[in-house]
């Protein structure tokens, strides 16, 4: 269930612009989902909106099938409340991650629960841009037709890509994918013949760190990273709780900060960067084939559990560089927490502690200025998971489905 939200630390307020009841009724359904089980005096006393105001949104919001009432609680002063709760069941938000190697597609409730879960192999990293919208497309079809049979509409569909994604949804570079200039947003709702729900694109990284805010045990650090851990390495940066993309949405490429002057060549025509001296190439040479990722990086986890002197060397040079990166983020950002995703995960038990320990002797702030390095327990479905929690942040922000 979602105990997380991208609003500010003092809660949801109530709106004093043009469409006051709209926003209002956003107002309270996330009141409700932080902090449901409550009463309509509880939202009341907490938003400052009046009794008879609260009374009217929540029946609206109860029509809409978004919350219901739960029962009465007699724990409290006074007389016994009506309680309230997310409902929400009639409705899906959808996610898709697409990757160089695999294709991870989501949907969940309003409430967060998930739907269903999918990921398979996808040729992301060899296949035309026109293509790879055909595969997505036809994925996100099947996820909708299950939607459908279960009596749910879907409130919007988010797909993650590993590039440079603008704020209309446009993949203006995503070097791994070969991918340039992509109206991916648009692209995919002429393909799927404007299918009545908003359709969106970002950078998975940041869609990731959306999926560690609702979702992820660190959910509650109002400064985080989350650091993704594929062919390519990107960063989604949450400061002061909220998502920060930068001015175009371009922001977070920290893997293609140079890390080795004079390194290896990168996909975005540079030298040394973090990506091409921490991410997964240090492991798997760089010619290796998308489809071969996974299993080569279970093959690297075998190895090393063996104690293989070769790959835990390999795993040290990639840790001592990843934590040469962090250590950038650390003194520029000063998180609380950076997140490692993707097949970090895997590789968490080499990496971790070295990568530390290199991030805190570079950051001039004692000990990190608080900063912990963590991984993730979303798996290798958090960027999809973070694109449908967009969804429901649009929700959060007023575009609630009608009566």
């Not at 069941?89 to 695999?102: F, L």
């Not at 440079?164 to 393909?191: E, H, I, Q, Y």
Request: proline share 4%.
């Amino acid at each position: 269930m979602i105990t997380n939200t991208q609003g500010s630390a003092s809660g949801p307020q109530p709106a004093d612009f043009t469409d006051v009841r709209a926003t209002n009724l956003a107002v309270v359904l996330r009141f409700v989902r932080e902090n449901a089980p409550c009463s309509r005096a509880d939202i009341a006393a907490s938003t400052g909106l009046n009794k008879a105001t609260v009374s009217s949104l929540v029946a609206d919001l109860i029509d809409r099938r978004l919350l219901r009432e739960t029962g009465l609680t007699e724990n409290r002063v006074g007389r016994p409340a009506t309680m309230l709760v997310l409902d929400g069941s009639p409705y899906a938000a959808v996610g898709i991650e697409v990757n160089v190697d695999y294709l991870t597609a989501v949907a969940v409730d309003l409430k967060g629960e998930e739907l269903l879960s999918w990921r398979r192999a996808f040729p992301g990293g060899s296949t035309s841009a026109g293509q790879a919208v055909a595969g997505i497309a036809g994925v996100a079809r099947r996820v909708v037709n299950r939607m459908t049979k279960e009596a749910r509409q879907v409130l919007g569909l988010t797909v993650a890509v590993p590039g440079l994604v603008d704020l209309n949804g446009s993949v203006r570079l995503a070097p791994n994918m070969g991918w340039r200039d992509v109206d991916l947003a648009g692209d995919l709702a002429k393909a799927l013949r404007d299918p009545g729900f908003p359709v969106s694109a970002d950078n998975d990284a940041n869609l990731g760190a959306l999926a560690e805010l609702r979702f992820g045990s660190h959910g509650g650090a109002q400064n985080l990273v989350y650091l993704t851990g594929e062919i390519g390495v990107g960063a989604g940066v949450v400061l002061d709780g909220r998502l920060r993309r930068g001015g175009a949405g371009f922001g977070g490429e920290i893997g293609h900060i140079e890390i080795v002057p004079g390194g290896p060549p990168c996909h975005c025509g540079r030298h040394g960067c973090l990506e091409v001296v921490a991410g997964l190439g240090v492991l798997l040479g760089h010619s290796v084939s998308p489809a071969e990722v996974e299993s080569e990086i279970d093959e690297v986890v075998q190895r090393a559990e063996t104690g293989d002197e070769a790959v835990l060397a390999q795993l040290d040079t990639l840790a001592g560089n990843l934590g040469r990166g962090l250590g950038i983020v650390a003194n520029l950002l000063n998180p609380e927490v950076v997140v490692l995703g993707g097949y970090y995960v895997k590789l968490a038990p080499w990496i971790v502690a070295r990568a530390e320990q290199e991030m805190l002797s570079r950051s001039i702030a004692p000990g990190g200025g608080g900063c912990r390095l963590v991984v993730s327990g979303l798996g290798y479905g958090a960027a999809a998971l973070g694109a449908a929690a967009r969804v429901l942040d649009s929700v959060d922000s007023g575009r609630l489905p009608g009566v």
